[in-house]
């Protein structure tokens, strides 16, 4: 079946750091990538929309200086969280849409010291 | 409004129980609904897919869509301690199939008691 490989799986930093997250869908092409953010007791909020080759699409809300989206080819997205604060500790989630729907990466804990 | 609409639980079932969930939704023009389960700490995966009216079993889950009543439930038979998860109801919104992106509901934690 369709696999989303995410990493890192946990991620610590320091205020005001940058940090990236991967997501690779293994054996699909994904034209579009969805990627999440859910705090504890919440649901996933989307973030952003982006296809391969274009510039993503931001929720309301969505700092886009501040989240930068990568979707370079069709098997490779990144987020980067640029100047990290504590206040985006968060479970960071991606969700690759190819052929036979949506598949969605193992997440990765970001904690902002 | 909330798009998606859930209660969020927890809905205590025993063991060997039906465990039934709703889900309502804003969207008139939506088309395909999702069920997720996700784990304390994990992301979400797929229980099954609906598009259509009426219902949908696959093994122990049977999910059930009303679209003149914008709703879509999910029913667990037979319900086992492994099923204790959030539950999360998800509906396609947008305008082009290729890209429609899923809006989800708060969710529903479900406790199966032994």
């Known amino acids: 079946g369709a696999v989303v490989s995410q990493h890192p799986s946990r991620v610590i930093c320091k205020s005001g750091t940058s940090v990236k997250i991967e997501c690779r869908s293994l054996?699909?092409?994904?034209?579009?990538m969805f990627w999440y953010r859910q705090f504890p007791k919440q649901s996933l909020m989307l973030m952003a929309t982006?296809?391969?080759?274009?510039?993503?699409?931001?929720e309301q809300g969505v700092e886009k200086d501040k989240f930068l989206i990568n979707h370079a080819s069709l098997t490779l997205s990144t987020l980067t969280v640029t100047s990290a604060h504590p206040e985006d500790s968060s479970f960071y989630i991606c969700?690759?849409?190819?052929?036979?729907?949506?598949?969605f990466g193992s997440g990765t804990r970001l904690t902002v010291v | 409004q909330k798009e998606v609409e859930q209660n969020s639980g927890p809905l205590s079932v025993p063991e060997g129980a039906i465990a039934s969930l709703n889900c309502t939704y804003s969207?008139?023009?939506?088309?395909?609904f999702f069920w997720y389960r996700q784990y304390s700490g994990k992301s979400p995966e797929l229980i099954m897919s609906?598009?259509?009216?009426g219902d949908k079993e696959d093994g122990r889950f049977t999910a059930q869509l009303n679209k003149a009543s914008q709703y879509v439930s999910l029913l667990i038979r037979d319900s086992q301690p492994s099923d204790s998860a959030t539950y999360l109801c998800?509906?396609?919104?947008?305008?082009?199939?290729?890209?429609?992106?899923?809006?989800f509901g708060a969710g529903t934690q479900v406790v199966v008691t032994p």
């Open positions: 998800a509906v396609k919104v947008g305008t082009t199939d290729s890209w429609g992106k899923l809006q």
């Open positions: 969207d008139r023009g939506s088309q395909s």
């Open positions: 054996d699909f092409q994904a034209t579009t």
């Open positions: 969700s690759a849409q190819g052929r036979n729907g949506y598949t």
């Open positions: 982006s296809n391969e080759g274009s510039k993503a699409t931001y």
């Open positions: 609906i598009y259509s009216n």
